[in-house]
């Protein structure tokens, strides 16, 4: 297994470019299941999460091809073999549970398995299901997986209990063919959301609202295959931010998706570093003192919780005291005992962490838990003393390309190496 080695004490400075973004890819991956014929997706970025979809887009039946320039992808899918996600794919991806919308919608049945918990939190798919059986779906749950039958889904009005991206996502998949009108109520306003519906809405669909609490799907009978170019990755971009503010570094962030990151840039600007827009991309400058700031994780457009575990590493070496509450995950803290190892001062009392800012971090042998606390332990090694080694990287591979690479290039000390 591969490992992340780090020492730290460079400020980055240079340019970084910004991948395509994963959970833009993903459903739009899920989209191409509604119909016969080739679907293009540009700047798709090299991932783990991305090949595991491929597998499972295999299982199902799909032909797959990559295509010049890098980063195409394109997809057709003719028939469904079986259309079934197993048990094997969605444990190690939970965004596998894409599939079922757009397999109910144009194969009228789906079996996929309940992702069950995961490390960040229980993350059921209940809201995935509630919305389909309104939509008329016959739906059992047998042997661990969700069983879906649907000859003609209908058009209903629902309410989503709670902010779901992939839900939001699911069913505006399983709402393109349905007979009449769906509306999706405190739908999720991510940006990723957006993507999917103008890529739906270019193959052919009726969907308004997208980006606004209210989504609203009518129903057609025929789609067409898509050219779509991903989105940038607001959450990587975002990433590389925290780490030239947090290394006191000057680093131009290009294809920075800027308005995705408002929340992100204001903070960043309490803690003085200075944010500023230019004609190739948001260029961050940090400076030292860096002054604590408290944040709370919200859905978009409030402050992402993919962002939260980077903020907190910051947080560690800040002049004074910050109160972080995450909102959105009930069990998003791992990261916390792998940064105490390091020296930093965090207490958590349930949701909310405070952390103390200290003088120093000391690099250490790590363990990582996940994907974005992975992110935040190789940020806080590029101020530490000394020597950190980040292992279970294949988190950090699921989501960032080239994390190492990009950082190299801006100056960081960083290798992979072998365990
Ligand atoms: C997506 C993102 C993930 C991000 C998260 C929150 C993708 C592929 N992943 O995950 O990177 O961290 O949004 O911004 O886009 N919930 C329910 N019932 C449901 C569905 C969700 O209670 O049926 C709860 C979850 O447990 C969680 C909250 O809703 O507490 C938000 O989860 P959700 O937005 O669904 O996260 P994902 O879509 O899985």
Redesign the pocket.
Known sequence: MDKIVIQGGNRLVGEVTVSGA??AV?PLMAASLLVDGWNTITNVPKLRDIETFKILLNHLGSEIASDSPEGTLKIRTKDVASPEAPYELVKTM??AVLVLGPLVSRFKRARVSLPGGCAI?????????KGLRQMGADIAIESGYVEVKANKLKGAKIYMD??????TENLMLAAVHADGMTTLENA?L?P?VVCLADALNQMGAHISGAGTDTIRIEGVKELRPVNVRVIPDRIEAGTFMVASAMTRGNVLIKDCPYNYLDSLNQKLKETGAEVNQEENGVRVIGDWPIRSIDVKTI??PGF???MQAQIMSMMTIASGLSVITET???NRFMHVSELKRMGADITVDGRCAVVRGVKRLSGAPLMATDLRASASLILAGLVAEGKTEVSRIYHLDRGYENIEKKLKALGAKIERTKE
């Open positions: 994963k959970n993903l939970r965004a939190g229980a993350r059921p798919i209940d809201l995935h299901i709670t902010i779901t991206v992939t839900g999720a991510e990723e859905p978009y992402p919780t993919d959105v995950f009930e």
